[in-house]
């Protein structure tokens, strides 16, 4: 992989904020055995609840050198932008995001807190297990750029959705483009 | 060289009844395969709840040498509003390794294998013919007698008696017809057996557990997040799936008599492909805590997680031999995706595939000859099998968008999905590739099926 620039060292303010736990989606269980359509709380279902990221995120206060989380959310700040997009079968990144993933490296190293989750997706064409490897690899080759640039490895949990949530729900090349991706979410978001 | 024969049936109706009554006998003078393929969409349809849907059935191939046997009516059937011989006749068909034989006329219609008269039968065509009865018992259970007689060579080959009640006749119907299957075919019918698979209508996913021939579906799990990769414990006492709930695959193991589950990996990063030992008791699954896609085997209640062979490149897809000496995989080690063998003792790592550049989901045969896989051909995604001993490669369905083939505990079929503009059907070939069924059925995506093991406790 290719060097990138080091980010610039800036201090950082850490205020106590705690980020929300993920939320869970509903789950229902039961025996086969039972007969009918499945009854969400039908005694004997039972439910097994799914540990929370348990991830506090500590943006830190304007001024001072810090970036505040504000500014992940101003569509005016490259820092809204998320997603990385990847050729056919390829987990290689283009050149093109070396100023998204800077940013995002820069607000990592300046916020030690922040936590992020990189989400790596495919196209919906192939084996759904090999999907989701391929999709790991995307989500590992930015998480790589990103340490490189500073951000520590205990700041980002890479996972993959392979491709089954696709964001374009389309079965042409435009769609399989978008769905060729790693998408960037700070714990909270 | 044998001819595939082509019969294409399209069927499509309009209904608003019960899959319950639906599956009955709604169209009793179909061919059985059809019927087959009518439950199966009633099942589906039921868990969706759509009320009104049109359907369109396709049954494609059948074998060139089909076994005909006649399945003359039991004495008594008629009193029992489900009865034996017309489930026994579709369990038959459907395998494509048997053609029914035209009982109707035959005056008195024998009863015990004795009465069998081989002459008139082999003038009809029959190779076998099964006969029995039914019988009401005073504590209020039913007596089921049946005996197979071999007409070619004029001897009766296997004769049974069950004392059952009425809510076993379906199974009944099912061990019979694995009787006859073994008897006439030399290997162990599947009719009794079971299979899971994935819906998926809107944005709600649901794991069912169903009979062989699509009957009795039961959800053991429903999500509004994806659920993938269900696969049985040999025992048959457990299903390990992967299950995106926490925003992420994570591996659950659910005890299906209990409906109690456990996540068994649940580590820092994706968590997902399990596959069962043979003995049921360790589980192959693909981490990523330790960088990258890895093979680690736990055992099943998650426990003592040991990475199995480090790689720089994507290792996924395990599927344990069945002697549990070696795993299948799928990897893109070499540039490609391409199926490889971990001798688990030694370490030894060999590459099985090398005709094309996409070749992935390895499932081993039960005798350890060979194994199913996908191949991608021209932007085609399809069925083959790999013979160990030839190294020949046999492409089983046409695709073009075939994944997660599941075989039969005696290798005989392989269930699979067929992908299709994201609406997914499930779709049956034998492993000869002769014979081929599908089910379609609009507005619901089915998908990921697993075929259950023999065991059923």
């Known amino acids: 992989m290719r060097k990138l620039l080091t980010a610039a060292i800036v201090a950082a303010f850490l205020a106590g904020c705690t980020t929300q736990p993920t939320q869970q989606a509903p789950v229902e269980e039961k025996p086969p055995g039972t ?88 196209d919906e064409r192939g084996s759904r297990e090999y999907n989701i490897a391929l999709g790991q690899k995307r989500a590992d080759a930015v998480r790589r750029m990103l340490t490189l640039l500073g951000a520590q490895d205990a700041q980002i949990e890479t996972v993959s959705l392979g491709k089954e949530k696709p964001k374009n729900a389309g079965h042409d090349e435009a769609a399989w483009a978008e769905n060729r991706r790693a998408d960037m979410l700070y714990a909270g978001e | ?125 029959a190779d076998a013919v099964v006969v029995g009865t039914m019988r009401p018992l005073p504590d209020g259970r039913t007596e089921v007698r049946f005996a197979l007689v071999d007409v070619v060579k004029q001897i ?17 119907a099912h061990k019979i017809a694995d009787v006859i299957y073994e008897k006439l075919t030399g290997d162990p019918g599947v009719f009794s057996t079971r299979i899971a698979y994935i819906t998926k209508s809107g944005s709600r996913y649901q794991l069912l557990v169903a009979d062989a021939d699509g009957n009795d579906p039961q959800t053991i799990v429903s999500s509004n997040e994806p659920l993938l ?12 799936y992967v299950s995106f709930e926490s925003k992420k695959p994570v591996v659950y193991v659910q005890n299906l008599s209990t409906g109690t589950r456990q996540a068994v990996a649940n580590f820092r990063g994706s968590n997902s492909s399990p596959a069962w030992s043979p003995d049921s008791r360790r589980l192959a699954v693909t981490l990523t805590k330790d960088g990258g896609s890895q093979l680690y085997i736990m055992n099943a209640d998650g426990s003592d997680a040991k990475r199995v062979m480090t790689s720089s490149a994507i290792d996924t897809e395990a599927y344990f031999m069945p002697d549990g000496q070696a795993v299948l995989f799928t990897s893109d080690r070499g540039g490609s995706p391409q199926i490889y063998r971990l001798t688990l003792g030694s370490g030894a790592v060999e590459r099985l595939t090398f005709d094309g550049s996409y070749n992935v989901s390895p499932r081993p045969f039960p005798d350890g000859k060979g194994f199913v896989f996908v191949k991608r051909d021209g932007g085609r995604f399809q069925i083959a099998s790999h013979d160990f001993a030839t190294r020949q490669v046999q492409v089983l369905t046409a695709g073009p968008g075939d994944e997660s083939p599941s075989l039969a505990p005696n290798g005989k079929l392989v269930l699979y999905a067929n992908e ?38």
């Open chain 1, 35 to 122: 007969a009918g359509a499945p009854q969400p709380g039908r005694p004997g279902a039972a439910t097994t609840g799914v540990p929370g990221s348990g991830v506090t995120g500590a943006p830190t206060g304007p001024g001072a050198g810090g970036v505040p989380s504000s500014a992940l959310r101003d569509p005016n700040n490259i820092l809204s932008k998320r997603s990385v997009y990847f050729e056919f079968d390829s987990f290689t990144v283009s050149e093109q995001y070396k100023p998204l993933i800077e940013a995002h490296a820069r607000y990592l190293v300046a916020n030690r807190n922040a936590r992020m989750t990189m989400q790596g997706n495919t």
């Open chain 2, 1 to 125: 060289m044998n001819f595939i024969h082509f019969l294409k049936t399209r069927v499509a109706f309009n209904d608003s009844v019960t899959p319950r009554k639906q599956r009955r006998t709604p169209y009793p003078d179909m061919p059985p395969p059809i019927r087959f393929f009518l439950a199966l969409v009633a099942v589906v349809l039921g868990f969706a709840g759509v009320a009104r849907a049109q359907l369109t059935i396709e049954i494609v191939g059948g074998a060139g040498s089909a076994i005909p046997i006649a399945i003359v009516p039991f004495e008594g059937e008629s009193a029992f509003p489900l009865g034996i011989t017309g489930i026994v006749g579709a369990d038959l068909s459907r395998s494509g390794l048997f053609k029914l034989v035209d009982y109707t006329g035959v005056v008195p219609r024998p009863v015990r294998a004795e009465e069998v008269q081989a002459g008139l039968w082999r003038g009809r065509g």
């Open chain 2, 156 to 172: 009766p080959l296997a004769s049974m008696i069950y004392t059952v009640t009425a809510t076993q006749f379906r199974a009944t």
């Open chain 2, 229 to 240: 990769s269900p696969r049985w414990a040999p025992d048959g006492s457990r299903i390990a």
């Open chain 2, 420 to 457: 299709v503009g994201g609406r997914g059907i499930l779709a049956a070939v034998s492993s000869d590739g002769r014979v081929k069924q599908r089910l379609v059925a609009p507005s619901i995506a089915v998908r990921e099926p697993a075929w259950g093991p023999f065991n059923r406790p």
